[in-house]
């Protein structure tokens, strides 16, 4: 996911990144350094909270399969467009699954 981030910023996008797991106050060693040297900005990128990122953005990328709560949260913010449900990999299915 880090170069896809990489590739969107280095086209001119401005985009934030949500993830309950990420707390920069809590990594640290090997697993920091290699964060700060795949993208020395992320600590710029993180949103503090689902409910911040989703009223900055006009579009959300799902990474990976979300909880119901987290589906349903995403879903009431008026940021989701589904298709066809969620696909295998967790996110939205686009485009279309025929």
Known sequence: MLLAVEQWIGKGRDLRIYDPHIRL??????????LLNAAPHIEKLLA????SLLSWCD??????????ETRQRIASS???HR?????????????PRT
């Open 25 to 34: 106050r809590r990594i640290y060693g090997a697993n920091l350094s290699f």
């Open 48 to 51: 503090d909270s689902l409910e």
């Open 78 to 80: 008026g940021q989701a």
């Open 59 to 68: 579009c959300v990328v799902v990474a990976q399969k979300p909880d119901a």
């Open 83 to 95: 298709r066809s449900g969620w696909g295998a990999h967790g996110g939205p299915a686009w485009p």
